[in-house]
């Protein structure tokens, strides 16, 4: 257990709205990420922290910003929630010198 | 760029029978290969993993050998059980600077009936 909470667990919203996902980690861990789950598509990267204030670009982050005030913290935001951006988004941690993730429990997010 | 190739699902098997599921990748370099499984309604758990070329990544009676010369890393098991039901991820990771990133496959689905 790398002590890691995502909340909310379970999310409905409307098409436009702005929504905001957290993932809460209580080790103290440098390296976060986000993915999103699809059917079909496995689990894409959407952004990840290599630090406080320090985040960058995965491969579908379009629609999507971070942020990461404290270590404990990383922020994952839906400016203007999508029918697109309905999925499964998992929460990771890396500890720092090994190449393993370990990854929260997911947020499911329903967007109508 | 990277990629990662996993059989297509689902897979059906009777308690007892043997698995395999077969796991290409493109890379360049060394990366590292995993093996995640994610029960219904969790997140993923590391299951296996192998760091460099003919290490054998091995847990709960899952194995997995790093093969360089096919670019494969099959995830096989001898005689499975209804609680292995549950989706299973190839992955790779390959160092962006000190930035190590996942690349997953498109998962497989096993299901095991008694």
């Known amino acids: 257990d790398a002590g890691i909470t995502q909340s909310p667990r379970h999310k409905v919203t409307e098409t436009g709205t702005p929504v905001t996902l957290r993932c809460h980690q209580t080790e103290n861990h440098r390296y976060m990420y986000w993915y999103r789950q699809d059917p079909g598509h496995g689990l894409r990267l959407i952004h990840y922290?290599?630090?406080?204030?320090?985040?960058d670009k995965g491969e579908v982050s379009d629609g999507y910003s971070v942020s990461r005030s404290k270590t404990e913290d990383f922020l994952l935001t839906l400016e203007s929630a999508t029918s697109s951006q309905t999925s499964v988004y998992f929460c990771?941690?890396?500890?720092?010198?090994?190449?393993?993730?370990?990854f929260g429990p997911g947020t499911r997010l329903l967007v109508l | 760029g990277d990629s990662v190739t996993q059989m297509e699902g689902p897979v059906t098997l009777s308690e007892e029978a043997c698995l395999t599921i077969n796991c290409t990748y493109t890379a360049t370099g060394y990366p590292s290969l995993f093996w995640y499984v994610q029960y219904p309604g969790e997140g993923l758990q590391l299951l296996l993993k192998a760091t460099k070329a003919d290490d054998k990544g091995s847990n709960k009676g899952f194995e997995a050998t790093y093969r360089k010369e096919t670019t494969s890393f099959h995830l096989e098991k001898g005689s499975v059980q209804v609680s292995d039901s549950a989706v299973y991820f190839c992955a790779l990771s390959h160092s962006g600077g000190s930035n190590y990133k996942l690349t997953f496959g498109k998962g497989t689905l096993l299901t095991v009936n008694p």
């Open positions: 922290s290599y630090g406080v204030k320090d985040t």
């Open positions: 990771a941690i890396r500890i720092q010198g090994e190449e393993t993730q370990y």
